[in-house]
């Protein structure tokens, strides 16, 4: 079950902080923008993955501290605004797949925290996305969405 909180997701102490991204080395609004401006070597990390090619459902993982790793997720293919939703469902349910696998092999540690992935500036749809997450993710882990609140 995913627990709502109201708050800053960049002020989480640990876990993983999950977010969309696209699969062209782009974070220059939303959530990513701010994990851009916030630590940059995640940016760094993700522009290379992305120029040496990405597919939809993979994640990048980034370390910012022991207890606390940044997973971009890649959930869209681009972010130019073509059509009105960017968002690839399946590209989600991969992602998160994959977590949830990571999570069971205890390559990354929970609680998995995160904004509303792919409802702002991807054009999808909240609830079609919280259930890809909440299926997901197992119950064994804290799902957090976070609210924000600055």
């Known amino acids: 079950m995913i627990t709502t ?5 960049l002020n989480v ?3 993983v902080i999950v977010h969309g991204c696209n699969a062209q080395g782009i974070m220059e609004g939303g959530v990513a923008w701010q994990i851009r401006n916030k630590w940059p070597h995640v940016y ?7 120029k040496h090619g990405v597919r939809l459902g993979q994640v ?10 940044v997973a971009n997720a890649i959930t869209q293919d ?5 059509v009105p939703r960017q968002v690839d469902y399946e590209a989600v349910a991969q992602a998160m797949e994959a977590i949830n696998e990571d999570l069971i092999n205890g390559v ?3 609680p998995v925290v995160f904004p509303m992935i792919g409802a702002g500036i991807g054009g999808g749809n909240w609830n079609i996305v919280s259930t890809i997450i909440d299926e997901s993710i197992s119950d064994d882990y804290q799902k957090v969405l976070f609210m924000y609140q600055p």
């Open 5 to 9: 909180v109201n708050g800053n997701l």
């Open 13 to 15: 102490k640990s876990g």
């Open 44 to 50: 760094e990390q993700y522009g290379l993955h992305c």
């Open 60 to 69: 990048i993982y980034s370390v910012i501290e022991t207890d606390l790793i």
């Open 78 to 82: 681009k972010c130019d605004g073509s």
């Open 108 to 110: 990354i540690v929970g």
